[in-house]
T-cell receptor, first 117, second 118 residues
């Protein structure tokens, strides 16, 4: 399987706990994105990386959220001191942005569904 | 203001018939891209079709076609010959910018749920 892989698929935790999600992009993709999707809504952008550099962060990404892509391959998204409002699906996507490759779509993983008790 | 508007929260369509899903967008950029994604109940987002703002022809991809009306800022998805497996949420999304900036974030609409009836 050469698609975007996310782990875990589901995470249930108590309010106040820290959680970390992992995303493995398609191997040749240099851009990696994180989105959050609440029930009945479209995904909302959180942040994205070009290789290991984090180039943009949404205002949705409070100081309790941190994302890394240390070697320009996989990425982690950590939420500290989780709150009820953090319950959502967290989607990772990747794409290739390079000269001569035109407008490539973002390919999404299956997401991590977070439930805060 | 909403950048992507999908006015149909839900639609029923008879199997084998065509269905049109509406999408209007708002941007001041001259260069942008419009995407449609399908999200079945299992949750994964599946890329369907892309239309660039400078593309003169409407995009087509198998049973999917995009009715792009630039002056009206609309990019409606047409699914022909609907199948039961087409039952899903459908999202319209926009990417603004060109070149390296074209790899930036997608802005999504609220989605349209399609139910195909046998």
């Amino acid at each position: 399987d050469t698609g975007v892989s996310q782990d875990p698929r589901h995470k249930i935790t108590k309010r106040g706990q820290n959680v970390t999600f992992r995303c493995d992009p398609i191997s040749e993709h240099n851009r990696l994105y994180w989105y959050r999707q609440t029930l009945g809504q479209g995904p909302e952008f959180l942040t994205y990386f070009q290789n290991e550099a984090q180039l943009e962060k949404s205002r949705l990404l409070s100081d309790r959220f941190s994302a890394e892509r240390p070697k320009g391959s996989f990425s982690t998204l950590e939420i500290q001191r989780t709150e009820q409002g953090d319950s959502a699906m967290y989607l990772c996507a990747s794409s290739l942005v390079a000269a001569g490759y035109g407008n490539q779509p973002q390919h999404f993983g299956d997401g991590t569904r977070l439930s805060i008790l | 203001a909403q950048k992507i508007t999908q006015t149909q929260p839900g639609m029923f369509v008879q199997e084998k018939e065509a269905v049109t899903l509406d999408c209007t967008y708002d941007t001041s950029d001259q260069s942008y891209g419009l995407f449609w994604y399908k999200q079945p109940s299992s949750g994964e987002m599946i890329f369907l079709i892309y239309q660039g703002s400078y593309d003169e022809q409407n995009a087509t991809e198998g049973r999917y076609s995009l009715n792009f009306q630039k002056a009206r800022k609309s990019a409606n998805l047409v699914i022909s010959a609907s199948q039961l497996g087409d039952s899903a949420m459908y999202f319209c999304a926009m990417r603004e910018g060109r070149g390296k900036a074209a790899g930036n974030k997608l802005t999504f609409g609220g989605g349209t749920r399609v139910l195909v009836k046998p």
